[in-house]
Nanobody
Framework: QVQLVESGGGLVQAGGSLRLSCVAS????????EAWYRQAPGQQRELVAA???????NYVDSVKGRFTISRDNAKNTVYLQMNSLNPEDTAVYYC????????WGQGTQVTVSS
């Protein structure tokens, strides 16, 4: 089993920045790819950014150039640096990992005010 715990969400004004963290524990050696998803009210959960075990990354078009996903293997942590935030980024952000199965964190709320 793998447990994922997110932190770093909050309320920020448009144009501001936040850094989300996701700490993994448990059978972490089995983890390969990790990602951040988000879900806004009334909308489907969408992939925001992903990173492979080799460090390759990809992003949804709406966050390219503003968000950066990274991982610190020594700390078992994946980060999502979010810059130039706008109200459309408001959502619950979820950490996701692929190991023997798919794992999800509990989510952290990000609210961007205009």
């Amino acid at each position: 089993q793998v447990q994922l715990v997110e932190s770093g969400g909050g309320l920020v004004q448009a144009g501001g920045s936040l850094r989300l963290s996701c700490v993994a524990s448990g059978i972490i050696f089995a983890i390969t790819n990790e990602a951040w998803y988000r879900q806004a009210p009334g909308q489907q959960r969408e992939l925001v950014a992903a990173i492979t075990s080799g460090g390759d990354t990809n992003y949804v078009d709406s966050v390219k150039g503003r968000f950066t996903i990274s991982r610190d293997n020594a700390k078992n942590t994946v980060y999502l640096q979010m810059n130039s935030l706008n109200p459309e980024d408001t959502a619950v952000y979820y950490c996701h990992a692929i190991g023997s199965t798919r794992y999800w964190g509990q989510g952290t709320q990000v609210t961007v005010s205009s």
